[in-house]
């Protein structure tokens, strides 16, 4: 009897040890699982009690003469260990990887160079600013004493002393949403010994960004330039001792709406010109009859493409109308269009600026004169490979009003280029040299203006320089016994915060 006992435990002894066993290892053995997990664990399954299993397959349960087991105790299933060798654990659905965004597209020629000495550290000697609010503002006043060769700018012009003083105050405003900034220079130049010829000049920007959604924008801009015209200019009357004075007003406004990669620009322009002043050889005002007094509005349409973040070509569209204020002028009233193709590069601090080729017209109202019309270079270029380096190419084209008889006016074009170089943390120095050519239409009348300047600047503290300039310039033109050249050297000192 005890041996039958025995042998009727025994299946159940071996199912219990098998169990433990496999929850031990994470293996599941066939015939030892229920219905559901909760059969393992004690428990029940959702669709009812687990059947028990018959001892005699290897199944947990009773033997038919043993009496009813108590209930088993509840299991606590623990986290399912590492997987034994041989087996595959199930493997979590990946994430998609969203796509990267395409690195801009630098030519090896621009990258920055790692040889750069002030690369890792601050400029010492750089303005500071001073804080007025949400601005920061850069005040400068430059002082500087010379000698001319020419006073006049003329064949001819008598030498001699020549003082300037120029302030300055740049305005950047220091917002996290739109920006409005500006920039107001002016010099006067006075020359002792010809008191004639001391002149001010003043050149006031201001600019704005308004940021009315992520890819909108609204651009404007407003500016006055005063000056007074070249003693060769060919409008200047044969009498005249001291040119005419100009001012010009201008104002712009540009909106913009970019979609993915491509934005699509409408701006107007309007540049108001004024003459007055002046007087001839014998002291008595020029007539200043406002018969070149003009306003230029442009309309232009630009579709620009981005490449890469870095280079976004552009095709631009423009319209023009001229409007002379005097009524005898009237006939010289011009309509015109022009067409062009550029390129806006943004490689960060390295290369910047925005270049365009292309062609433009004006046709006077006046069928008798000819009208303006020729190849445009417009734009401006920075190129800094290092902190110590800085190249800039500036280039613009013209068209500008004259009286000459026969003449709709005049095609005048300028190329410059500028180097600004750090010898060390006090010693920088710079170099410009700059070509203007213009040509007369209808008349057999062409001007050349070739200038260079030079610099040396000495920095004694950030707001304390001292300077060193050298200017040189070559007037040549068609009509004979107009060339010149002049010569200035002058010293002084810059002060700013």
Do not use: C
Not at 436 to 451: A, F, H, K, P, W
């Amino acid at each position: 009897m005890a041996n039958r006992s025995f042998l009727l435990a025994l299946p159940v002894l071996i199912g219990g040890l098998a169990t433990a066993v496999a929850q031990q290892g994470g293996v599941t053995i066939p015939g030892l699982r229920g219905n559901s997990d909760t059969a393992l664990a004690g428990g029940t399954a959702a669709s009812g009690p687990a059947a028990p299993a018959d001892p005699f397959t290897g199944g947990l349960g009773t033997a038919p003469d043993a009496p009813a087991a108590a209930p088993a105790r509840p299991v606590r299933r623990a986290a399912a260990p590492p997987p034994a060798s041989g087996r595959v654990a199930p493997v979590a659905a990946a994430r998609p990887l969203e796509p990267m965004a395409p690195a801009p597209v630098v030519p090896p020629g621009l990258r920055q160079q790692v040889e750069d000495p002030l690369a890792e550290t601050e400029d010492p000697y750089r303005p500071v600013g001073l804080r007025a609010g949400t601005y920061v503002l850069l005040p400068a006043i430059e002082a500087t004493a010379g000698y001319t060769s020419n006073i006049e700018g003329r064949r001819g012009g008598q030498a001699g002393p020549v003082f300037t003083v120029a302030p300055e105050l740049r305005g950047r405003s220091d917002w996290s949403r739109h920006a409005l900034d500006f920039d107001l220079r002016g010099a006067w130049t006075d020359y002792p010994t010809a008191q004639d010829y001391s002149k001010p000049t003043v050149s006031a920007t201001v600019s704005g960004r308004v940021d009315i959604a992520e890819e909108m924008r609204l651009d404007l801009r407003a500016g006055y330039a005063f000056d007074r015209q070249a003693g060769t200019s060919a409008d200047n009357p044969r009498d005249t001792a001291v040119p005419e004075n100009i001012e010009t007003l201008t104002g712009s406004a540009g909106f913009t709406r970019s979609v993915g990669v491509v934005a699509l620009t409408l701006r107007g322009d309007v540049t108001d010109t004024r003459y007055s002043g002046g007087t001839t050889t014998s002291g008595a005002p020029l007539p200043g009859d406002g018969s070149r007094d003009n306003t230029l509005a442009t309309g232009a349409v630009r579709v620009g493409y981005a490449v890469s973040p870095a280079f976004k070509p552009y095709a631009e569209l423009q319209v023009t109308r001229r409007v002379y204020a005097d009524a005898a002028s009237a006939g010289r009233d011009a309509d015109g269009y022009g067409l062009r193709g550029g390129v806006e590069i943004d490689t960060g601090p390295i290369l910047k600026g925005d270049f365009a080729l292309g062609w433009s017209t004006e046709r006077p109202a006046d069928r008798a004169l000819d009208a303006l019309s020729g190849l445009t270079v417009d734009g401006s270029l920075v190129w800094s490979p290092t902190r110590l380096t800085k190249v800039t190419l500036t280039a613009k084209t013209a068209f500008e009003a004259t009286t000459l008889a026969g003449s709709p006016g005049s095609v005048a074009r300028s190329l410059g280029v500028k180097g600004e170089q750090s010898f060390t943390r006090e010693l920088a120095g710079e170099a410009e040299l700059v070509d203007l050519d213009r040509r007369y239409e209808g008349v057999d009348r062409r001007e050349n203006t070739l200038s260079a300047n030079a610099a040396l600047i000495v920095k004694v503290t950030p707001q304390w320089q001292n300077v060193v300039r050298v200017g040189w310039s070559r007037f040549t033109t068609s009509a004979p016994g107009e060339n010149y050249q002049a010569l200035t050297v002058g010293a002084g000192v810059r002060l700013q915060q």
